[in-house]
């Protein structure tokens, strides 16, 4: 009932099943439970029901408990299970590291060296994977691990990535096996994803498509679980950071976006719409959506026809699903709404097409956009749709670093004060003496050709006043930014985002409307519009500083006019108070 990871042979019996005689006959496979519920199955279905023999991962409950059981299954495919709890612990940090280098060696060299892998061979392999996988992320958690454990915890994944090549390339394609294939994969990715490096994930990418290849050949015939899928999701979801940043520092140095040979974007789609090929070949035209969702991306799938399109008279609203952490942000879920004439120019015709929205937390194709935009990815049959005779509405949720308001702030105003400013210059004895004769001072007004540098936060540009002899109080006023909604694109032909054929429709705080005529990746974004800067001067009082004798000359007649008046006053005023005397 208890053991360790890696190290200890668990031994699987069962016995006493029954069932209908018509139901007859019965097959078998043992499997394991993690704690979130995921089944790994340890073999195909078939007759053993005694003295199966394994190792197990890293039990995932509570003291290290892990589920393991039986399935059994008649001819049509009703099953039962019975299981029971064991304990799994781990081994120590440097038993585990050793443990974990020995087992990728020897997945290596039986892989490499078979020539063809059986169905059953391959899920026992890809279990073993697993299993050795849990005791890699389990050093690369520890705390305590050194630096050789961790060392040796990193060359052992990245041996076993370039085995599981090998082991899916070689063996036959089952459901189990795209399963167990699919985990390993999951796994391999789960921990410490950043300290993958551009050889493994390439590998990953590579790997994961040929999963997703080897699903789309077995779906036909028989069903690819759901536990497949959401395994290969998980994959893009564990390495999706790390490889956008991989790609964008690649873009910084030689100005092309890629992993190794690989492009993250085109290698991720193109798997998830095999995915997506897999998911819809269960599915019938008016089937409600089937939504996967993992941390960073998350996928909806939908069977189309137009009597589906034509039983709604206002066409078709499909809600597609958020990744967690987006839900967790708050993120508005993308929206599309399908006129009834939606199919006519895919090539469809009357036939039934599956639709496929993928919801990505990071930008996977490229090109410089807003901070926190959420990228949404629609395809039909995994074709681009161009062209279409009437446009479809799209809803996506604004990225988190855009403004909800129209402006960005209040109005930046800088000041210059252009009174006129006293000063000297030099005086010849002809300029001294007109000045005693007219008894006038001998001081002279300096043109005021004053000029300061303000800088404006909106443009973040630095602007120049200048006085240029005027007088009074320069008033300038900063450009603000207005925000616009932009719907866009992403033009696989420039490698960059598009606006053309993709226009607003409306907008509100959390999400923006587009109508589009094609389906490609779409982006909801904000551009930067500026009103213009504007001048004026301020007309103000002068204070007694800023009178010159130039201005008193200038307004000599006004001056004596009102002495007159004064005087004029004041001899009314004497002669009044003479007259009462």
């Given at each position: 009932d208890s053991g360790v990871a890696m190290l200890t042979t668990f031994t699987l019996n069962t016995s006493g099943w029954t069932d209908h005689v018509q139901s007859y006959p019965l097959e078998y496979a043992f499997f394991y439970e993690l704690e979130d519920g995921?089944?790994?199955?340890?073999?195909?279905?078939?007759?053993?029901?005694?003295?199966?023999?394994?190792?197990?991962?890293?039990?995932?409950?509570?003291?290290?408990?892990?589920?393991?059981?039986?399935?059994?299954?008649?001819?049509?495919?009703?099953?039962?299970?019975?299981?029971?709890v064991v304990t799994v612990s781990p081994p120590g940090i440097v038993e585990a590291a050793t443990a974990a280098e020995s087992e990728a060696d020897r997945l290596e060299t039986t892989?490499?060296?078979?020539?063809?892998?059986?169905?059953?061979?391959?899920?026992?392999?890809?279990?073993?994977?697993?299993?050795?996988?849990?005791?890699?992320?389990?050093?690369?958690?520890?705390?305590?691990?050194?630096?050789?454990?961790?060392?040796?915890?990193?060359?052992a994944r990245s041996s076993m990535l370039k085995s599981?090549?090998?082991?899916?390339?070689?063996?036959?394609?089952?459901?189990?096996?795209?399963?167990?294939?699919?985990?390993?994969?999951?796994?391999?990715?789960?921990?410490?994803?950043?300290?993958?490096?551009?050889?493994?994930?390439?590998?990953?990418?590579?790997?994961?498509?040929?999963?997703?290849g080897a699903g789309v050949s077995v779906s036909g015939s028989s069903t690819v679980s759901r536990v497949a899928v959401e395994s290969v999701l998980q994959t893009f979801s564990n390495i999706l950071d790390v490889a956008v940043d991989t790609e964008d520092e690649t873009f910084t140095t030689t100005g092309k976006r890629s992993i190794g040979k690989t492009s993250f974007s085109v290698a991720a789609t193109k798997t998830l719409l095999m995915l997506n090929t897999i998911i819809t070949s269960t599915m019938v035209a008016g089937e409600d959506p089937i939504d996967y969702v993992t941390d960073k991306l998350a996928t909806t799938n939908v069977v189309l026809?137009?009597?589906?399109?034509?039983?709604?008279?206002?066409?078709?609203?499909?809600?597609?699903?958020?990744?967690?952490?987006?839900?967790a942000a708050g993120v508005s879920a993308s929206q599309l709404f399908l006129p009834s004439s939606f199919?006519?120019?895919?090539?469809?015709?009357?036939?039934?097409?599956?639709?496929?929205?993928?919801?990505?937390?990071?930008?996977?194709y490229g090109g410089n956009i807003d901070d926190g935009t959420y990228v949404t990815t629609v395809s039909v049959n995994g074709v681009t749709i161009k062209n279409l005779k009437d446009p479809f509405s799209i809803s996506l949720p604004r990225p988190t670093s855009a403004s909800t308001n129209r402006r960005l702030e209040a109005s930046e105003i800088h000041y210059l004060n252009c009174s006129s400013v006293q000063g000297s210059k030099s005086l010849t004895n002809q300029d001294r003496d007109r000045a005693d004769f007219c008894d006038y001072d001998a001081y002279t007004v300096v043109s005021n050709n004053a000029s300061e540098q303000v800088y404006c936060t909106s443009t973040d540009m630095n602007y120049t006043l200048a006085c240029g002899n005027r007088t009074?109080?320069?008033?300038?006023?900063?450009?603000?930014?207005?925000?616009?909604?932009?719907?866009?694109?992403?033009?696989?032909?420039?490698?960059?985002?598009?606006?053309?054929?993709?226009?607003l429709w409306k907008s509100n705080t959390s999400d923006i409307v587009c109508n589009c005529t094609h389906m490609t990746p779409f982006i909801?974004?904000?551009?930067?519009?500026?009103?213009?800067?504007?001048?004026?001067?301020?007309?103000?009082?002068?204070?007694?500083?800023?009178?010159?004798?130039?201005d008193i000359r200038k307004n000599l007649a006004l001056f004596l006019t009102l002495?007159?008046?004064?005087?004029?006053?004041?001899?009314?005023w004497a002669r009044g108070v003479y007259q009462r005397r």
């Open positions: 995921s089944i790994t199955f340890l073999s195909n279905f078939g007759n053993i029901t005694s003295n199966f023999t394994t190792t197990l991962p890293i039990g995932t409950g509570f003291n290290d408990s892990l589920i393991v059981g039986v399935r059994a299954r008649d001819k049509f495919e009703t099953f039962t299970d019975l299981t029971k892989v490499l060296n078979a020539v063809t892998i059986s169905s059953d061979d391959a899920v026992t392999l890809a279990v073993d994977f697993q299993s050795t996988a849990s005791l890699i992320n389990y050093i690369m958690e520890s705390d305590s691990a050194d630096d050789n454990s961790t060392a040796l915890a990193l060359e599981v090549t090998s082991l899916v390339q070689k063996g036959v394609a089952s459901s189990a096996t795209v399963e167990s294939q699919a985990v390993a994969l999951s796994t391999l990715s789960q921990v410490n994803a950043e300290s993958l490096d551009v050889d493994d994930l390439e590998t990953a990418l590579n790997v994961t498509g040929l999963v997703a026809d137009s009597t589906v399109l034509m039983g709604v008279n206002t066409g078709l609203n499909i809600k597609a699903a958020v990744s967690t952490e987006a839900k199919l006519d120019n895919t090539g469809v015709g009357s036939g039934s097409a599956g639709m496929s929205t993928i919801q990505w937390n990071r930008n996977p009074g109080m320069i008033h300038f006023e900063c450009p603000t930014i207005e925000y616009e909604d932009v719907c866009k694109f992403y033009d696989s032909s420039v490698s960059n985002w598009s606006t053309t054929n993709c226009s909801a974004q904000q551009r930067d519009t500026f009103t213009s800067q504007s001048e004026r001067i301020v007309d103000i009082g002068l204070s007694a500083a800023d009178v010159t004798v130039q002495a007159g008046v004064w005087l004029l006053m004041l001899l009314f």
